[in-house]
């Protein structure tokens, strides 16, 4: 891989993690002023959808070329990660919840080396190491040991959701029928809303809410502004930066870079809404940032060797 793609892929991998980490900096306002957390995850899905719409009809002949690509994306990587880590978070510590849903690049490390059965770089499974260990600090998980073994699967199942969702956006990142991102993503929305919106049932929202302002910290905001930020921001920019970092980089990178994401959140929340932050926590975040500079410092395989992902995109029967 060229350098200067690299970089670029590093770089977007970066903004992704940044635009990401902004979404609950965002939401938590709407819903501490009323708005149910499964409505927000609706509109955040359903307002993306929205403004991609044009999009997908532009790139209409993917249904045709990539259908269970597309759908696979919608109802794993849109829908799967944000159900299951809100029915999670319904049973078990925030924290704890999160630091789950973040085991997802190290699962996503197992299913390469021992389900697809190819190499594993070993600055990225180093990384993956200490960007969990990083995690943990973070999110503080010692002060939520009391465990629910059912709240335990569901964020393990975001966890798988997530890491898919690094492998589906490497589907097609070679070869001559590279489904375009934007098109992936804009099918992506459709599907993940179609599900949420029998999980979510948006019927119920109380719109008043978004008629309103919202206390971020100090500060009294529109609600409207803060959805647009979720939708615009934090959902159609952080999609179509991270697909296009994952094929520039190696799901396996682009993973362990994304846990940026919680460390994101966390310093947002430090800022904006006068949370504090302890000295774990900076301690994590410095990990975490550790984690991700180690892995992006592993190499492509030598020409001639097996490349570390199967491009299953190859044969839509086995998506």
Same mark, same amino acid.
Not at 250 to 261: F, I, K, R
Not at 303 to 308: C, F, S
């Given at each position: 891989?060229?350098?200067?793609?690299?970089h670029? =892929?590093?770089?977007?991998?970066?903004?992704?993690?940044?635009?990401?980490?902004?979404?609950?900096?965002?939401?938590?306002?709407?819903?501490?002023?009323?708005?149910?957390?499964?409505?927000?995850?609706?509109?955040?899905?359903? %307002?993306?959808?929205?403004?991609?719409?044009?999009?997908?009809?532009?790139?209409?002949?993917?249904?045709?070329?990539?259908?269970?690509?597309?759908?696979?994306?919608?109802?794993v990587?849109?829908?799967?990660?944000?159900?299951?880590?809100?029915a999670?978070?319904?049973?078990? *510590?925030?924290?704890?919840?999160?630091?789950?849903?973040?085991? =997802? *690049?190290?699962?996503?490390?197992?299913?390469?080396?021992f +389900?697809?059965?190819?190499?594993?770089?070993? !600055?990225?499974?180093? %990384?993956?190491?200490?960007?969990?260990?990083?995690?943990?600090?973070?999110?503080?998980?010692?002060? =939520?040991?009391?465990?629910?073994?059912?709240? +335990?699967?569901? =964020?393990?199942? !975001?966890?798988?959701?997530?890491?898919?969702?690094?492998?589906?956006?490497?589907?097609?990142?070679? %070869?001559?029928?590279?489904?375009?991102?934007?098109?992936?993503?804009?099918?992506?929305?459709?599907?993940?809303?179609?599900?949420?919106?029998?999980? !979510?049932?948006?019927?119920?929202i109380?719109?008043?809410?978004?008629?309103?302002?919202?206390?971020?910290?100090?500060?009294?905001?529109?609600?409207?502004?803060?959805?647009?930020?979720?939708?615009?921001?934090?959902?159609?920019?952080?999609?179509?930066?991270?697909?296009?970092?994952?094929?520039?980089?190696?799901?396996?990178?682009?993973?362990?870079?994304?846990?940026?994401?919680?460390?994101?959140?966390?310093?947002l929340?430090?800022?904006?809404?006068?949370?504090?932050?302890?000295?774990?926590?900076?301690?994590?975040?410095?990990?975490?940032?550790?984690?991700?500079?180690?892995?992006?410092?592993?190499?492509?395989?030598?020409?001639?060797?097996?490349? *570390?992902?199967?491009?299953?995109?190859?044969?839509?029967?086995? +998506?």
């Amino acid at each position: 891989m060229q350098a200067s793609g690299r970089h670029a =892929g590093l770089g977007l991998a970066l903004i992704s993690a940044i635009a990401f980490g902004g979404s609950g900096v965002a939401a938590k306002p709407l819903i501490e002023a009323g708005l149910d957390p499964l409505h927000m995850v609706w509109l955040r899905v359903a %307002g993306a959808a929205l403004v991609l719409s044009p999009l997908a009809w532009r790139h209409r002949d993917l249904v045709r070329r990539k259908p269970l690509l597309l759908a696979g994306f919608g109802l794993v990587a849109v829908a799967g990660v944000q159900a299951f880590y809100f029915a999670s978070l319904s049973r078990i *510590p925030v924290g704890v919840a999160l630091l789950l849903e973040y085991l =997802g *690049p190290a699962l996503l490390l197992g299913w390469i080396r021992f +389900v697809q059965r190819r190499p594993v770089t070993r !600055a990225a499974a180093a %990384g993956a190491a200490v960007a969990v260990v990083g995690l943990a600090c973070v999110v503080q998980i010692w002060a =939520g040991l009391s465990l629910d073994l059912l709240g +335990v699967l569901l =964020g393990l199942a !975001a966890a798988c959701c997530q890491a898919f969702y690094f492998v589906f956006a490497d589907q097609g990142s070679d %070869g001559d029928d590279v489904p375009d991102p934007m098109g992936m993503i804009a099918y992506g929305m459709i599907v993940g809303t179609l599900v949420m919106t029998v999980i !979510a049932r948006p019927w119920q929202i109380d719109w008043q809410v978004l008629g309103g302002d919202a206390a971020l910290g100090d500060l009294m905001v529109p609600a409207p502004v803060l959805l647009g930020w979720v939708v615009l921001i934090a959902t159609v920019f952080a999609y179509l930066t991270g697909v296009v970092s994952v094929r520039k980089l190696s799901p396996q990178v682009a993973g362990v870079v994304a846990c940026l994401e919680a460390v994101v959140a966390t310093v947002l929340a430090w800022v904006l809404l006068n949370e504090h932050l302890s000295t774990w926590q900076i301690i994590g975040g410095a990990l975490v940032l550790g984690g991700a500079f180690i892995a992006q410092t592993s190499r492509q395989t030598a020409p001639g060797v097996a490349e *570390p992902v199967a491009a299953l995109d190859r044969d839509p029967s086995k +998506v």
